[in-house]
């Protein structure tokens, strides 16, 4: 899978080496030609380019090349002069400043600052968007946070939201349009137990409140434990479901009060986050089951099992049930007909779903169903495709399931409050309660404290577990938001600070990298967009972070090193800080999180 740069093609590359928004992919194209020429009678040689030990970055074709052709009559005496000769035919091209030979063939390439402070200067102008990386789809869906009606809303999901948030703005960035759905478990026979339960309460149904409910997991609890213990309670909520699967009117306007009760609460989550859905939960597929489970029929995928009916898959030792033994539907029937929804009727060509690793299995199993029944190609690199993004447990410090105070289930709303409470206080700490109006400081105790929670969830590798502590992501040292977002709001006060007009600047100033810092500063801000292609690619948001931290501590560097104002030097060092300060507002806002310019 490998994304395109942007269109340009290979003739006015090397007429015209502008920075087409992906250096590595650029270096690809131009090894491509060297790999040819260099080994003609090896096909499908594919240039192999890293990030360098010694250069900026590094060929590694050599050892592989030496590998197919080494005993076969080849001039080549070693991988050292295969990489001599790889060195030697590699087009002219102003972004090469030069290249070197080194270990087994290892070709080191050193980019020429020149072009590197150009290709900064041109961002500067025409916006940090023209090095979006462009994958081969339009039109992508991502399915997550996706909580269950009247059940906790829990930490689970709460990773879901921010995790597949992140993935759906890169996308977006990446101008692929993005269906953001919200699968909420708004289906199922639990339902039928709380409709009763409804009624039985609240015997005017038309005039039930949310308030009058109070607690919707509470209400859920209750109604759960006179199913289990009441007989007659029990048998009517089975015919609840029944009436309610048959369309019955009250009982579908017992079920919508339901749902819309929940939904606000997931609302006041959505809005704190300021995270977009689309709910189209499991009730919306329900119609259209029958007839999916009839086309994975007719191709003769479906077979009976102990009453219900199933679909068996190599690699599985249990089968995927499709139909319960009652005639019902279930998880894996919704999934089905979801993903032929999304496939057929919404034209998706990536379809992702963001959930704890715990629900793996289901997928795989559901997918394979899918490539058997000749939806999805064989090879799950190519599209359309399916990726279970699956992430660990939230810990808490105590490394157990997480937890706040005494309470057995933690409130997303209050969580998240927390986190703001929290931050307000170390702004007023700093004393920032007396300079500025309470709404400044409320907008940036925001920002602050809920960019913490995304941060210290994004920066991890997401198949681990990870450990919540308010004290660790809100500390203002290390790789943490709170760090981030103040080293952003040192670089905004630089710039103010020096009274120069930066949208002028941009226009006309020139950037030079003499300093080694400004070298390896302007090095990184180039490779945003192959970062943001790499996140894309694994799904790995925690690529996008480590990118993030980076970029901030070689700004510190080149901050240490380099005179800004009052230099000789301070136009072209005005606009690097112009330039990080750009790059590093773009992570933020693909890692949702709001920027602050003043601290
Ligand atoms: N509602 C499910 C849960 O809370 C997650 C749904 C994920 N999406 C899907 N298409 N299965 O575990």
């Not at 349009?177 to 026979?189: A, F, I, P, Q, S």
């Not at 709380?194 to 109070?214: Q, R």
């Not at 009760?261 to 809005?271: D, G, L, N, P, Q």
């Not at 490779?527 to 970029?551: D, I, K, N, Q």
């Amino acid at each position: 899978f490998a994304f395109a740069t942007k269109s340009k093609s290979v003739a006015t590359m090397a007429a015209n080496q502008e920075f087409t928004g992906n250096l590595k992919r650029q270096l690809e194209k131009l090894f491509d030609v060297s790999v040819k020429a260099t080994a003609p009678d090896v096909p499908g040689v594919k240039p192999l380019i890293d990030i360098g030990k010694f250069g900026d970055y590094q060929c590694n074709n050599a050892m592989g090349i030496w590998a197919k052709i080494k005993g076969k009559g080849t001039q080549f005496k070693s991988p050292l002069a295969v990489g001599q000769a790889l060195m030697t035919s590699v087009p002219a091209s102003e972004m090469v400043e030069s290249c070197s030979v080194a270990g087994p063939g290892f070709v080191n390439v050193v980019l020429s600052a020149k072009w590197m402070a150009k290709s900064i200067e041109n961002m500067l102008i025409d916006g940090i968007d023209t090095w979006a990386p462009a994958p081969p789809v339009k039109r992508a869906v991502v399915d997550f946070s996706s909580p269950n009606i009247a059940k906790e809303m829990h930490v689970g999901h709460l990773r879901s939201t921010i995790i597949g948030d992140t993935i759906a703005r890169m996308l977006e960035f990446s101008k692929v349009e993005v269906l953001r759905r919200n699968h909420v478990g708004d289906w199922g026979t639990q339902f039928g137990m709380l409709i009763e339960y409804l009624f039985e309460k609240f015997p005017d149904t038309d005039s039930v409140t949310e308030t009058a409910i109070g607690d919707l997991q509470a209400f859920y609890k209750e109604s759960k434990s006179k199913f289990d213990s009441d007989p007659v309670f029990k048998e009517k909520a089975q015919q609840a479901v029944v009436r309610l699967q048959g369309g019955d009117p009250i009982y579908r306007k017992a079920w919508a009060k339901i749902c819309e009760i929940s939904r606000t609460e997931f609302a006041m989550v959505y809005k704190r986050l300021r995270v977009e859905l689309e709910e189209k939960g499991e009730s919306f597929y329900n119609p259209y089951i029958p007839s999916v489970i009839e086309e994975l029929n007719s191709k003769g995928l479906v077979e009976e099992s102990e009453g219900a009916r199933v679909i068996f898959l190599e690699g599985f030792n249990i089968p995927l049930m499709v139909v319960k033994s009652d005639g019902g539907f279930n998880y894996a029937s919704t999934d089905l007909t979801a993903l032929w929804y999304r496939l057929n009727e919404e034209k998706a060509e990536w379809i992702i779903y963001v959930t704890d690793v715990g629900q793996q299995q289901h997928f795989n199993m559901f997918f394979k169903a899918a490539r058997k029944a000749g939806w999805l190609p064989e090879s799950d690199k190519t599209y359309p495709r399916v990726d279970h993004v699956g992430f660990g447990l939230v810990v808490g410090e105590d490394k157990k399931r997480f937890r706040t105070r005494s309470t057995d289930v933690v409130r997303l709303v209050d969580l998240l409050d927390e986190a703001k409470t929290r931050s307000k206080t170390a702004l007023i700490e700093r004393g920032k309660d007396k300079e500025w109006t309470p709404e400044k400081l409320d907008q940036t105790a925001e920002a602050v404290g809920y960019g913490a929670v995304k941060y210290a969830d994004l920066k991890n590798n997401r198949t681990t577990n990870y450990q919540f502590s308010f004290d660790e992501m809100l500390n203002d040292k290390g790789d943490t938001a709170v760090y981030l977002l103040y080293a952003h709001a040192r670089i905004s006060s630089i710039i103010t600070k020096s009274g120069k007009d930066i949208d002028e600047l941009k226009k006309t100033g020139k950037l030079a990298l003499d300093h080694e810092g400004e070298r390896a500063l302007a090095l990184h801000l180039l490779r945003f967009a192959e970062t943001v292609e790499e996140a894309c690619t694994t799904l790995l948001p925690s690529v996008l972070c480590a990118y993030l931290y980076e970029l901030s501590n070689r700004y510190t560097t080149f901050y240490s090193n380099c005179q800004v104002i009052g230099s000789p030097e301070e136009t072209s060092r005005l606009l690097l800080c112009e330039a990080t300060a750009i790059v590093m507002r773009k992570c933020f806002h693909l890692l949702g999180i709001t920027p602050v310019y003043k601290i």
